[in-house]
């Protein structure tokens, strides 16, 4: 029985708004931790940026994928926490729509365990589109700069 209520009280404790922070919200944390990760997706590019390295896959177009890693230095996570709090982007609200889109596109941001997605079956207000690109595309300015640098 206790293990039949464990999941149950885990689902509504995770609805609770304990710290404060609204529900649809979360807290980026104002220094990097080593548990910490951002993880950006989109089609067959991604980016995982942790504490001491990001590995990317980039695939423009039709093209070989470009696989690599480089370190993380303390300047890197200052600086990507810094522009993500300026963006705000723990404010993004995204929601599912109802329907089945199986011919769209989606792309996502992790932030530690939060998730928030956007594409054709998503819906978010044109503010939140904007933060949101505004923080993929930073991201990946950044993995393209870092790359350019350890070539």
Known sequence: MISF????????????????????????PKTWTKDFTIT???????????????IYTIQPGISVPQTGVFAMTDPDRT?????MHELKVNTIKS??????????WEKSLH????????????????????IFSNACEYLHGFVLMKRSKTK
Request: aromatic residues 14%; charged residues 20%; glycine residues 4%.
């Open 79 to 83: 600086e990507i926490l810094k522009m």
């Open 40 to 54: 950006y997706s989109f089609s067959t590019t991604k980016f995982k940026f942790s504490y001491d390295s990001c």
């Open 111 to 130: 932030f530690g365990v939060y998730v928030i997605e956007a594409g054709t079956s998503y819906t978010m207000s044109d503010t939140h589109k904007e």
């Open 95 to 104: 929601k599912k729509t109802i329907a089945a889109v199986s011919d769209g």
């Open 5 to 28: 209520l464990v999941p149950y009280l885990f689902i509504v404790l995770n609805h609770l708004n304990i710290n404060n922070v609204p529900m649809n919200e979360f807290e980026l």
